[in-house]
């Protein structure tokens, strides 16, 4: 099977999902993140923010802001193949759909924060293997982002049991997860 192949096997099978089993998986996801050691001493996150299927983040956006975290959320630069660190306060004002209908932080002079400034980085994927290996969408924003992290950041994937392999196609520049957490266990790796 190629890369894009599995990709789109990978997806299919987490769109398979029931609207209630990824509610209720994304709970039991959130309570395991937010009850981590990791969690709870990070100052500045940046995560994804949920798009159609993936485990949802939008909860863990409210927690965080009312513990008082620092929160970031990608900003596409389609043009670029980048992204931006933009600053989360208020979900309702700072929000809009960016080029993939993904809601996003507005961009503004005063709300990009720098890639090494973070120290709590939440991953999205289509698949992840139990060695760490993380398989994107295909966009390699992730593959170019991750890299620019200051080297004490902890990096995190979050995703549906249904969504780990024994082994998934991986290339040179893939960067490890350090962590999964997944509605069943919470992977150190």
Do not use: W
Not at 29 to 55: A, P
Request: one cysteine or more.
């Amino acid at each position: 099977m190629t890369k894009k192949e599995f990709r789109q096997f990978a997806i299919k099978k987490r769109n398979s999902l029931s609207s209630e089993e990824r509610i209720s998986f994304s709970n039991q996801i959130l309570q395991h993140l937010i009850n981590s050691e990791i969690y709870q001493d990070s100052k500045k996150i940046f995560m994804y923010l949920s798009f159609q299927s993936e485990v949802d983040t939008f909860q863990l956006l409210s927690r965080a802001l009312q513990d008082n975290k620092e929160v970031y959320a990608p900003i596409t630069l389609p043009d670029e193949k980048k992204l931006l660190c933009g600053r989360v306060e208020d979900p309702d004002r700072d929000l809009e759909k960016d080029f993939y209908g993904i809601l996003s932080p507005i961009l503004q002079d005063n709300n990009i924060a720098s890639p090494t400034d973070i120290d709590f980085v939440i991953v999205p994927g289509a698949a992840f293997d139990i060695h760490g290996y993380r398989m994107g969408y295909g966009g390699g924003y992730y593959d170019c982002f991750l890299p620019t992290l200051s080297k004490n950041a902890k990096i995190v994937a979050l995703a549906f049991e249904e969504q780990i392999y024994p082994d998934i196609p991986k290339e040179n520049h893939d960067i490890k997860m350090q962590y999964i957490v997944t509605e069943k266990r919470f992977l150190i790796l």
